[in-house]
């Protein structure tokens, strides 16, 4: 407990403390083009106690957003608008990555301009439904990407990674976890391309590895992370060859000195999380596995014990914006009304009680 309540250099940035708050999708960017209000702003600054805040998805382009009132970060409106999320971070203290998410094949047609579809690696629907216009529909065929579709998604990453600088986020994660776009180029059923992005590991790695490396030369390693989910399973993912792609992904992501890697455990694969944590050079986050429960104090000791270096919270930030101090004073913790997750307005989102009134309301400044 005590190493995590102590104030971390990631990549020359001090943060307060080792807690990061994890990436969480709210669907709550109403604004027009996909613009985040005061209200986002608000939320974001009642939890800068944290040492680090990864924000909710961001897609890079047009295409990568996959359902309704997500934001983006690929217009000067949107780069306008996170300004006052970031300022407003900022005024309390606190640091905050943007989270680039390109959704891939998961998706609801309907939010995309007419004639655009979703994409994949490859032309593989994702078993399941989604929530459309029209109801429980099934998941659309994706329109496999070109060798050119690839490269300029590849470009679209990098520009989205210039705005989020440009609109003072302190720097980006790729979301390369969770069954999206990323995910779905190392996975083995969505990635069915006998090109040189498919067919082995080595070449299904590409994609992330020349994404990294584009953000990377964009805004610099030290302003750059990735968060994987080895064996994640969600939204229809399968990784047969999953301890190969992982160690080779590791191995050519570490020369690049980037600000940090975030796994996320899906399951039960501690051997595999200790095995990439020994071979990952730098800052090591870790959004650990706690079946039928959220991250709590006890997954503090994975600090401790040196599994990690930073310990990530979901669930808990969304109920408990003052999470830092409530781990530290053991709680109390509230409970998350799930109905709230996604989309809605301000309830289940910025009205959840703090142990103690913030030191200044919320949002302001910036």
Request: net charge negative; aromatic share 6%.
């Amino acid at each position: 407990m005590n190493t995590a309540l102590k104030p971390y250099s990631l990549a020359g940035i001090t943060l307060k403390n080792r807690i990061v708050m994890a990436p969480m999708t709210r669907a709550r960017a109403h604004g027009r083009d996909a613009t985040v209000s005061a209200l986002n702003a608000e939320y974001y600054a009642q939890r800068a106690s944290a040492g680090l805040i990864v924000s909710e998805g961001v897609q890079p382009s047009v295409s990568g957003q996959g359902v309704a009132d997500t934001p983006g970060l690929h217009s000067v409106a949107q780069v306008h608008a996170w300004r006052s999320v970031t300022g407003a971070v900022h005024a309390r203290g606190g640091r905050i990555f943007a989270q680039l998410m390109h959704s891939g094949r998961f998706g609801d047609p309907d939010v995309l301009p007419r004639g655009m579809q979703h994409v994949a690696p490859s032309e593989v629907a994702a078993a399941g439904t989604i929530h459309s216009r029209a109801g429980r529909t099934p998941l659309p065929v994706p329109h496999a990407l070109t060798e050119d579709e690839i490269s300029e998604t590849i470009a679209d990453f990098a520009t989205a990674a210039r705005n989020a600088i440009a609109a003072g986020f302190d720097g980006v994660e790729i979301h390369g976890a969770n069954g999206y776009l990323v995910h779905q180029f190392l996975s083995t059923n969505v990635n069915l391309r006998e090109d040189g992005w498919g067919g082995t590991s080595e070449r299904r790695i590409r994609f992330a590895v020349d994404v990294t490396s584009a953000i990377a030369d964009a805004i610099g390693a030290e302003r750059t992370g990735i968060r994987l989910s080895p064996g994640n399973t969600l939204h229809d993912i399968v990784e047969n060859d999953l301890d190969n792609t992982y160690d080779m992904l590791i191995a050519a992501l570490s020369p690049m000195n980037l600000a940090y890697i975030h796994l996320m455990e899906s399951r039960d694969l501690r051997p595999l999380t200790v095995r990439l944590r020994q071979h990952w050079p730098g800052t090591f986050i870790l959004n650990p596995f706690t079946e039928g429960r959220s991250t709590g104090p006890t997954e503090l000791a994975l600090i401790e014990d040196g599994t990690a270096d930073l310990i990530a919270y979901g669930a808990l930030f969304i109920a408990n914006p003052d999470t830092p101090a409530r781990l530290t004073a053991g709680g109390p913790f509230t409970a998350v009304d799930p109905r709230t997750f996604f989309g809605g307005d301000h309830r289940g989102f910025t009205d959840y009680p703090f142990l103690e009134s913030p030191s200044q309301e919320p949002g302001r400044g910036g």
